[in-house]
């Protein structure tokens, strides 16, 4: 069935350091991919999405590009900073009805 | 942007005694919310789909009768736990679905905490 596997974390980072954090999915369609954070005692907030192969999806420093020969959706940011400590989730919305499905979610540490 | 609030965003309850949570969507109307249910440190897993005016439509392994779902208008859903137990005790989260462009846009809930005693 249509999945999401993310890298396990948690990762920690010093301040300034690049990021990569993998995601890749199984699905039968061609689904849109997400990327969503979720910053402590807070929910989920949309960080990126991209809904057709080759598809980059950019905000707050933050990419990730479509690769269907791959199927991944790999999270990348060039610096990091304390505030993008969060929990990370990468998820697929397979038939484009809003119902998605979510990996299991990295935690980011990012140190001073 | 679109805002999506849940009530209460906490409630202790004892063990038996059943919990109403609320989703509001404030600024747009939902044709369907989700309801996902976090354990600590982990995953999201969706438990139901619920749209506005039919019954919902639960997740395998998802009792129906013990989480009640209700989508009464195109702005609320509700999520019943009934008979609560400690084993229910988790971080429950609603999202909304508007139409746009030809997709669907997904806005959460900041979750509600659940912690049956």
């Known amino acids: 069935g249509d999945s999401v596997t993310q890298m396990e974390g948690p990762v920690t980072l010093s301040e300034e350091a690049f990021l990569t954090i993998n995601c890749t999915y199984t699905?039968?369609?061609?689904?849109?991919l997400f990327w969503y954070v979720q910053y402590p005692g807070e929910g989920l907030q949309l960080l990126l999405k991209?809904?057709?192969?080759?598809d980059k999806g950019s905000n707050k420093g933050f990419e990730a590009t479509y690769r269907k020969e791959t199927t991944s959706f790999h999270l990348e940011k060039g610096s990091v900073q304390v505030s993008d400590s969060a929990v990370y989730f990468c998820?697929?919305?397979?038939?484009?009805?809003?119902?998605?499905?979510f990996g299991q979610g990295t935690t980011l540490q990012v140190k001073p | 942007g679109a805002v999506v609030s849940q009530h209460p965003s906490r409630v202790i309850c004892k063990s038996g005694t059943s919990v109403k949570i609320e989703c509001r969507s404030l600024?747009?109307?939902?044709?369907?919310m989700f309801w996902y249910r976090q354990f600590p440190k982990q995953s999201l897993m969706l438990m139901a789909t619920?749209?506005?005016?039919?019954?919902?439509?639960?997740e395998q392994g998802v009792e129906k009768d013990k989480f009640l779902i209700n989508h009464a208008s195109l702005t609320l859903s509700t999520l019943t736990v009934t008979s609560a137990h400690p084993e229910d005790s988790s971080f429950y989260i609603c999202?909304?679905?508007?139409?746009?462009?030809?997709?669907?846009?997904?806005?959460f809930g900041p979750g509600t905490r659940l912690t049956v005693t």
């Open positions: 991209a809904t057709k192969a080759d």
């Open positions: 600024d747009f109307q939902a044709t369907t």
């Open positions: 699905a039968t369609g061609y689904p849109s």
């Open positions: 998820a697929q919305n397979p038939s484009n009805t809003g119902k998605l499905i």
């Open positions: 619920s749209n506005e005016g039919s019954k919902a439509t639960y």
């Open positions: 999202s909304a679905v508007t139409p746009k462009g030809g997709a669907y846009e997904q806005y």
